[in-house]
């Protein structure tokens, strides 16, 4: 089974590898990063059709390497992952899509940290789909930690870990349950959680098990 990752950040690629040695071993893992992607959505403060394009390029590229399954770990363009399930020959699993569950499941007052604007947007409407799909009524605190993604990619982990932290002790009190909107501020989640006492959710292991269980149902067919 061979499953390709397309990353639009650098970031992610090592937590990704890291991940599926752990809990998929057995599965060939191909990474396909491009971060001028994610430049370009910041840049225009929306996905252009140019960023589409090239992301579905990429999707086509995976599948000419084998891919069975694809692993979307970008959220600023989930959407567009979304739309691609339509018409690719195989699935497309997107790193946030168990998290949002998650977070419906566990509380109705759900808080979403985020260090980029264009990836606040997208993942309040993944979780709002969500709670549709469920049937629930949720309320949605936004908190976007300015600069902080600028500073994870110049390498400034503190500052970033500071910005995050700083957001989120400032709307803990309007939430029941934080979601990490981008994978790369996985590894504040227990800091964060001892923090503010509030549950936090993260996607990237969520992600990799959502790509676990679509193995398994592969495989049963």
Do not use: W
């Not at 390497?65 to 600023?76: E, K, L, Q, R, V």
């Not at 985020?114 to 709670?131: F, I, K, N, Y």
């Amino acid at each position: 089974m061979t499953v390709a990752a397309i990353h639009t950040a650098t970031p992610m690629i090592e937590p990704t590898k890291e991940l599926f040695a752990e809990h998929l071993p057995g599965v060939r893992l191909i990474n396909i990063v491009d971060d001028s992607l994610i430049q370009d959505v910041i840049r225009n403060n929306e996905v252009t059709p140019g960023v589409k394009k090239r992301l579905i390029s990429y999707y086509y590229a995976a599948i000419d390497a084998g891919a069975d399954i694809i692993f979307n770990t970008c959220s600023s363009v989930g959407e567009t992952a979304i739309a691609a399930r339509e018409f690719l020959p195989v699935p497309v699993v997107k790193i946030d899509d168990e998290m949002a569950r998650q977070a419906v499941r566990i509380s109705c007052r759900i808080g979403i940290l985020s260090t980029l604007q264009t990836t606040l947007g997208p993942t309040c409407r993944l979780v709002e789909s969500m709670a549709m799909e469920a049937g629930k009524g949720i309320t949605i605190k936004e908190g976007l930690a300015d600069g902080a993604f600028q500073a994870i990619i110049a390498g400034n982990r503190e500052l970033h870990d500071q910005l995050i932290m700083k957001k989120a002790i400032e709307i803990a009190d309007e939430a029941d349950v934080f979601v990490l909107a981008q994978g790369s501020m996985a590894r504040m989640e227990q800091s964060l959680a001892a923090a503010t006492g509030k549950i936090v959710l993260s996607s990237p292991l969520s992600g990799v098990l959502n790509v676990a269980q679509k193995i398994r149902e592969i495989s049963k067919k």
